[in-house]
C-alpha cells in the first residue's frame, strides 16, 4: 500500500459502487415485480369496464353473424391492451385490431402466456358478469417491460450517476482529513538534520498523537545517542592524542640521543606518524558524519576557503618544489565551513602526497549557472578507472598497504570527501588527469548567492595572504 489516500478512495469507492449495485439489482427486481402486479391490476380493471359496458349484449351480438372489430390505437410510448370477447360456445364476438381472427388461448380463468404474431403476450382470461361469455385481455411482454424499466431505470440512474460525484467528496473529505499528517510530514521535512527537539502535540488528532509521542521518544533517544558519540568523540581525541604526542617527544629524544639514528629508531618514529595520521582521520571522518554533525550550514566563500588551504600547504608545496595554479570565480555555497575545510585539505594533501618532486597541480572553482565547480588536478600516479568508485570505501587503497608510490596513508581521506560531499547535497567525479597522467577530481556544489552581510562578514575576518602560484622561487605575483 503505497498510499492511504488512494487505498482509501478506491476502497471507499468500491465498497459505495457495490452497494449501490446491490442497491438497484434489489430495487430492478422488487420494482419490475411491483411492475407486474400493476400492469395485471390494469387489466382487471379493464375487465371491470368491460362488464359494464357490454354487460347483456352478448345474444344481440351473436345473432349479428358477425365479429365487432374495435378500432386500432396508436400509442407511441405504452403498452396497449387488446381484447377479444368470445362466448361461452367458443365463438368469437369481437377483437381489437391486434387479435388474430381465432381465439388464442383455451378459456380458462387466470393469467397465462402465449405466442402469436411473433411476440410473446400476456394473457388475462375471465369470464363475463352475466357468465354468458369470456373476456381475453393482451399485453405484449416486451412492451411492458419496456414501460416497466424506463420508469425503474428513472430511479436507478441516479444512483449511478452519484458515483462520481460521491468519489469526489470522498476525495475532498480525505484530504481534509489527511491534512494533519501532511503537516506532520511538511515539519519533518523542513526540519535540520540537528533539530532534535519534540513535535508539537497541541490540536493533534488522537491518530496522530501516538505517532507523535512514538517520533518523540525516538528524537530524545536520538538526542541522547548523539550527546554520547560527541563526548566520545572529545574523550577519544584527548585520552589517543596525549600518549601519541608522548610518544613522539621520547622518540624524538630517542633520536637526538643517537649519533646515527639506528634504523628501528627510524621505523618507530614512522609508525607512530602513521598512527598520529590515523586517530586524526578517524577524528575527522566521526566529525563529519552527516549523522553527528550538529553544526549548522552558513555561507561560506569557497573560493576563499581554498586559497586559505593552499596558503597553509606551502611549506609541503616548497618541500616537494611543486607547481600548483588556482584559478577560478568568487564562488559561495552554503554548508558547514569544518567539513569544507577538511574536504578541501584531503583532495590538496592527497594531490601533494602523491604527486612526484616538482609535479603540477592545479585547482580551480568555477561558477557554472546554479552550480560552484571545485576541481583539484594533478600529474601524479592517478587512479585506475575501475577503482573510482571503490577508493570511496573506507580504509581502502589502491594496492592494499604495499601501495605503488610508496606514500603512508590510511584509506580515509577520499572516505572523508565523499562523506563531506554527500553531507552538502553534492556530488563527486573522478577522471584521468588533462595532464600527461594522474588524477582529476571534480565536486559539484549547489551556488549560494551571498547577501551584502555575508560579504561584510568575510571583510571583517580577511583570511591568510595566499600565493596564486607555489613552488620554487615563486612569488605571490607570479
Given amino acids: 500500500m503505497r498510499s492511504i489516500r488512494r487505498f482509501l478512495i478506491i476502497t471507499l469507492l468500491a465498497i459505495v459502487t457495490l452497494a449501490n449495485f446491490v442497491a438497484a439489482v434489489r430495487g430492478y427486481l422488487g420494482s419490475m415485480d411491483e411492475a407486474e402486479r400493476l400492469f395485471n391490476q390494469r387489466m382487471m380493471q379493464q375487465v371491470d369496464l368491460l362488464n359494464y359496458a357490454l354487460s347483456g349484449l352478448t345474444e344481440q351480438v351473436q345473432h349479428q353473424h358477425d365479429i365487432l372489430l374495435l378500432p386500432e390505437r396508436e400509442l407511441d410510448q405504452g403498452a396497449s391492451l387488446e381484447l377479444q370477447w368470445v362466448a361461452n360456445d367458443g365463438q368469437l364476438l369481437a377483437r381489437s385490431a391486434a387479435m388474430p381472427m381465432t381465439v388464442v388461448a383455451p378459456l380458462k380463468a387466470g393469467f397465462t402466456f402465449v405466442n402469436f404474431d411473433h411476440y410473446r403476450w400476456h394473457l388475462l382470461i375471465t369470464p363475463s358478469a352475466d357468465n354468458n361469455s369470456w373476456f381475453i385481455l393482451a399485453e405484449r411482454d416486451d412492451q411492458r417491460y419496456r414501460l416497466a424499466e424506463s420508469m425503474i431505470l428513472q430511479a436507478v440512474y441516479p444512483m449511478v450517476l452519484a458515483i462520481p460525484i460521491i468519489g469526489a467528496v470522498i476525495w475532498l473529505v480525505l484530504a481534509i482529513g489527511l491534512k494533519p499528517i501532511r503537516r506532520l510530514a511538511e515539519e519533518l521535512r523542513q526540519r535540520e538534520a540537528t533539530d532534535l527537539h519534540p513535535l508539537d502535540q497541541h490540536d493533534m488528532p488522537v491518530e496522530l498523537a501516538q505517532l507523535a ?43 637526538q640521543e643517537q649519533a646515527v639514528p639506528s634504523d628501528t629508531a627510524l621505523r618507530l618514529q614512522a609508525g607512530i606518524q602513521r598512527m598520529h595520521y590515523l586517530v586524526e582521520q578517524i577524528l575527522v571522518l566521526n566529525r563529519t558524519a552527516p549523522d553527528h554533525l550538529m553544526g549548522q550550514f552558513e555561507p561560506v566563500n569557497l573560493t576563499a576557503l581554498v586559497k586559505e588551504m593552499i596558503a597553509e600547504h606551502s611549506a609541503a608545496l616548497e618541500a616537494k618544489h611543486h607547481y600548483i595554479e588556482f584559478d577560478g570565480d568568487e564562488s559561495w555555497v552554503m554548508g558547514d565551513r569544518l567539513a569544507l575545510e577538511s574536504l578541501v585539505n584531503n583532495l590538496l594533501g592527497n594531490a601533494i602526497k602523491y604527486t612526484s618532486p616538482g609535479g603540477r597541480i592545479a585547482v580551480n572553482t568555477w561558477l557554472r549557472g546554479r552550480s560552484v565547480v571545485l576541481e583539484v588536478m594533478d600529474n601524479g600516479p592517478g587512479i585506475p578507472e575501475g577503482q573510482h568508485e571503490r577508493v570511496f570505501d573506507r580504509f581502502y587503497r589502491v594496492g592494499g598497504d604495499r601501495h605503488y608510490s610508496h606514500t603512508p596513508g590510511c584509506g580515509l581521506g577520499l572516505s572523508i570527501v565523499k562523506q563531506v560531499v554527500d553531507l552538502h547535497d553534492a556530488s563527486i567525479h573522478l577522471t584521468p588527469s588533462r595532464f600527461e597522467h594522474g588524477l582529476f577530481v571534480m565536486v559539484t556544489f549547489a551556488a549560494y548567492v551571498p547577501s551584502a552581510q555575508d560579504i561584510k562578514n568575510m571583510r571583517s575576518n580577511p583570511l591568510s595572504h595566499t600565493h596564486r602560484t607555489l613552488g620554487d622561487d615563486t612569488s605571490a605575483d607570479e
Fill in 213 to 255: 509521542q512514538s517520533a518523540n521518544d525516538l528524537l530524545r533517544r536520538l538526542g541522547a545517542s548523539f550527546a554520547r558519540e560527541k563526548r566520545f568523540s572529545g574523550d577519544a581525541a584527548h585520552e589517543l592524542r596525549t600518549p601519541i604526542a608522548a610518544l613522539k617527544i621520547h622518540c624524538d629524544n630517542l633520536l
